[in-house]
């Protein structure tokens, strides 16, 4: 069996779509994200996200495994349904951990030998001390969301992110709507919000305009 380092990979964290939570039992009660996963319940992410990329034989079956990767992790609007919708993609431990999965998968069939992700690897996401997001939105110029920020409103708690990065310049929206279509990243401590509350969402852009949506965290796997 190849390792990690040996075939080649790097340690970045990549783009993703989209944003995962475990869900846990007890007493009859669903917790939502899991912030403590053991290096045991991380090995049975990894092979969850490999397996069904093992199997997958054509570029159509990928895409669809990444979209229904992209669903199951995203808050707010369906962007099938809604194009212009406000979204965000939840990049858990969980979602990290799945998406090397596929990667692991996608390196063996090229290197033709087993190649798995190291304990030290893993164990640096399992340490991620932060929550980040993925917001979609859509706007009139290609300039909209320069400056724009976003916070978690959970009851009277309003929780802010621990830094935004600069939202990317809007690209032509080819559905209905405003003309132009942005995103931005933002990472939020696991330690500063509820994942069992219900959540709004709410972007804030520099002309003092602002929009929002419902994010149930609970009920993301």
Known sequence: MRSWRKAGWRGGVGVGVVVCAVLGMAAGQAYAIDVKLTM?????VLAAGREPMEKASTPEDVKKLLQQAALATRVGADPEKDPCGASA?????????????????TESKKQKADVRMPDEKIQKYLDMPNL????????????????VQVAFQQGSKTIKPIDVSPAEKGRKNEGKGPAYRSRFTARFAYDSFDPNAKTKVVIFFPDGKMTEFEADFSKVK
């Not at 045991?40 to 049975?44: I, L, T």
């Not at 993609?89 to 998968?105: M, N």
């Open 89 to 105: 993609v939840l990049r858990t431990k969980r979602y990290w951990l799945e998406s090397f999965g596929r990667k692991e998968a």
């Open 40 to 44: 045991e319940e991380a090995k049975k």
């Open 132 to 147: 980040e997001i993925e917001g979609q939105f859509c706007g009139d110029d290609e300039y909209f969301a320069e400056g």
